[in-house]
């Protein structure tokens, strides 16, 4: 792939946007490498973790504004964008945004469909989409769900950035750390869901996703199939078994 990397050690993917000279912006080749990704993703059980992150000094910022006034990314590239991410939010793999630097635009749209986001202390998040007279996309439908409607609006309408301690205070990203130590603790986030048990882990990212759009009566017997699913699992036998083992206070 062109515009990006992928790379898989074990249960771990790490996907690295690489197009640096250009912030990571994303072009027409972006989109197809970022839809090639996630199929390949799909057809690699054994990964449980995929780490997203950019080349350089940002994350992603978003569509490449040149190709955009060019005429060289149009409607059917921001729909193609938009289903490689309902791909990554729906795909039973845990996805860890590591927000390195400016995070706009579709780059933070990318960082919403992540079940978790670590940001360094330099990052800058924002969606500008409206300044461009653009919509930013399903952040429309996400953003206020994660963060609430007040200030989803907010940063949709008026299109302004804010810092990584902000987007960490209104609950946009789940913790800052300082710049040199972004990469420990991005290692760290990965080994803490790594230790958790991949069939409890999935069902729960796949239902806390269904929250939403179900009512309670509705919500539990898809709930209860997955608990089935768990207690039934050789996962859940090995973590019994630690608590049998584990020694007495």
């Known amino acids: 792939m062109d515009t990006m990397r992928l790379e898989i050690a074990g249960a771990v993917a790490r996907l690295t946007l690489d197009r640096p000279h250009v912030l990571n912006a994303g072009n027409r080749r972006w989109v197809a490498d970022l839809n090639e990704t996630v199929g390949r993703l799909r057809a690699l059980p054994d990964v449980r973790v995929v780490v997203v992150t950019g080349a350089g000094r940002a994350f992603c910022t978003g569509v490449d504004l040149k190709a955009l006034a060019d005429g060289d990314f149009g409607l059917a590239d ?3 964008w938009e289903d490689a991410m309902v791909a990554m939010e729906r795909m039973d793999r845990l996805f860890i945004a590591g927000i390195n630097g400016h995070c706009l635009g579709g780059g933070l749209q990318l ?6 986001r670590l940001a360094s ?3 800058l998040l924002g969606l500008p989409a409206v300044k461009e007279c ?3 996309s399903c952040a429309l439908h996400r953003l206020p769900r994660l963060i609430g409607a007040a200030r989803a609006t907010e940063l949709i309408l008026l299109g302004e950035p804010i810092g990584a301690r902000e987007a960490e205070r209104v609950g946009l990203v789940n913790r800052v750390v300082p710049d040199a130590e972004f990469p420990a603790a991005l290692d760290a986030t990965v080994e803490r869901f790594l230790a958790l048990p991949a069939t409890s882990a999935r069902a729960s990212k796949l239902l806390t996703a269904r ?3 179900m009512d309670l ?3 539990r017997p898809e709930m209860q199939a997955h608990f089935e699913i768990c207690l039934a699992s050789e996962d859940h036998r090995r973590a019994m078994a630690a608590l049998r083992n584990r020694p007495r206070a």
């Open 217 to 219: 009566d509705a919500f």
């Open 134 to 136: 653009l919509i930013p």
């Open 121 to 123: 202390e330099d990052a």
């Open 78 to 80: 921001f729909v193609a």
């Open 111 to 116: 960082a919403l469909v992540c079940d978790y």
């Open 211 to 213: 929250a939403f759009d």
